[in-house]
């Protein structure tokens, strides 16, 4: 990236004083000084403009991270010209790290480009509205509650498609020259493809088998819910909207993206007459920072860190009313004076309680690993940063951990009350695996260049009937761009994260059980106030990404793979119940009407029954 005027007076600057070094241990020690400016004024910019997205706001950021780029490119250029005889394994792996210049690498017209275009991205994905009912309707909290607690089909159906059209359409054209800067910059990284640079970070050499089989081993669990659900659901809607041998439409599942299917527990739970497991009474009696502060007293009986006071002053933990914002939920790190901070819209609900506890994991790896240098300040892999409160969230939805803080009364644990418990868990867990592989299955392709932009969308939905069983509930186009309705597509993260952090938090709730002294089914399990599982969890924490995650994971569970054994014994015995009850009510396990849509002058409601029914007939006529 070249620069202009009073930057390249700075960049120069910074790099004289680089090059002064004679020793990589010397170079390390400048870098990691000026980078923990560049990367803290990038952070406050980009802060400023996340909770209040002015042109003003915007501006400013998009100067910042030029300004980063440039000093990014430099020392990585510096850094390629170091000595590095003799150096030992970190010295060399920290060095590694800062010649890997991202999308910096681009020419700095490109660049403010890129960034330009998914600063754009982002800002039509937060302020996005749909009409209806007279008011315009925002992502959080409207159409999510609406989506979440609305049973009226059409209703669903408007909503679904209206923050496609408000939002997915205008992002479309904007993505195609995303992916092309993107893939440029993977290009002159020296990789054959964005997708191929983005699992790069799990010094994984086939990562797309890997997270593939780890999924193919649990959908057998996936399509038994599936088939338990969609009955469920044909129950309440009927055929004309569900087809028991057929996919699922995506608007029914309680989440505008079907990612999750928790806020259908009412509706689908097992035993209906057994104790109910529901807080949102006691939680309507916290404030927000209550709500937090019980979050965070939990890390702290682990022994793990607690935020500082000065988390709770500079975070935002509720939607403004004043101005624009991106509510999605996402942690800080600031990368100086201990600075970590969370930006949500919060609502007093049962899953933005358990969000809570998710993003003070992202926070509690911040603090555990800021003594490292700042090439190593980040998760052992992607996955491994997403894992960390979501491993604690397991705990803390246990019926016993509940009592102990006062936020569940007169609950009695049966068998029935069990299958209950974990059908709910299965709705956010299980439901949520083949969602995460789509969403970077779709990408990978993408970048790879196996389809093309009229089929944007018809790839996505492909995706999505194989691997999900879902449909849309209304017809689609070329125009459409359901992907970018996502957060993630926007926003440029990488969702594989995500898949393997669903695993790995049963690897590791496994090991916080047993160090815990838990004994009993493992879904039982509260570890809460287990210092020694605090203990041995910070012990791999605060490695952050200094040892390949394989090296990280052995610190902590003596092993050196991910695994889906925990996963499976954990929700073994929803998955015998859903296997009985699914074949007492003779239900077709899997979708082989995948031909059929919801939507009316579908021409493909021809099911295979329908159709040997048919063939008889000619046949007979002929």
Known sequence: ????????????????????????????????????????????????????????????????????????????????????????????????????????????????????????????????????????????????????????YDKLCDAWVGWRDAVGKPIKPRFEEYAGYLNKAADLNNYDDAGQYWRAAYEEPDLKAVVTGLYEGLEPFYKELHAYVRRKLYEEYGPTHVNLRGPIPAHLLGNMWAQSWGNLYDRVVPYPNATKMDITDKLQELSIRQMFEKADAFFESLNLEGVNDAFYENSVLEKATDKDMVCHASAWDFRKDEDFRIKMCTVKTTEDFITIHHELGHVQYYMQYKDQPISFRGGANPGFHEAVGDTMSLSVQTPAHLRTVGLLDDYTETVESDVNYLLSQALEKIAFLPFALVMDLWRWDLFEGNFDYADYNDKWWELRLKYQGLVPPARRDSDDFDPGAKYHIPSGVPYIRYLVSHILQFQFYKEMCARSGHTGPLNTCDFYSSVDAGTSMAEMLSLGSSKPWPDALETFTRERQLSTEPIREYFEPLYTWLQKVNEENGDVIGWPDETWTPYAGSTTIVTSLTWTILCVVVARLL
């Open 1 to 152: 990236m070249s620069c202009m005027g009073y930057q390249c007076t700075l960049a120069m600057a910074m790099l004289v004083a680089v090059a002064s070094a004679a020793t990589p241990d010397e170079f390390l020690e400048r870098y990691n000084d000026m980078a923990a400016d560049e990367l803290n004024a990038v952070s406050i910019a980009s802060w400023a403009y996340n909770t209040d997205l002015t042109d003003d706001n915007m501006a400013t950021m998009l100067q910042m991270q030029v300004n980063y780029g440039n000093f990014a490119n430099l020392m990585a250029d510096e850094a390629g010209q170091l000595n590095l005889d003799g150096s030992d394994d970190d010295t060399l792996r920290q060095i590694a790290k800062i010649k890997d210049k991202g999308t910096a690498v681009l020419n700095e017209e490109d660049y403010v480009k890129f960034k330009e275009i998914m600063a754009n991205m982002e800002s039509i994905y937060s302020k996005g509205t749909v009409s209806m009912d007279g008011q315009e309707m925002a992502l959080d909290p409207d159409l999510t509650a609406l989506m979440a607690t609305s049973t009226d």
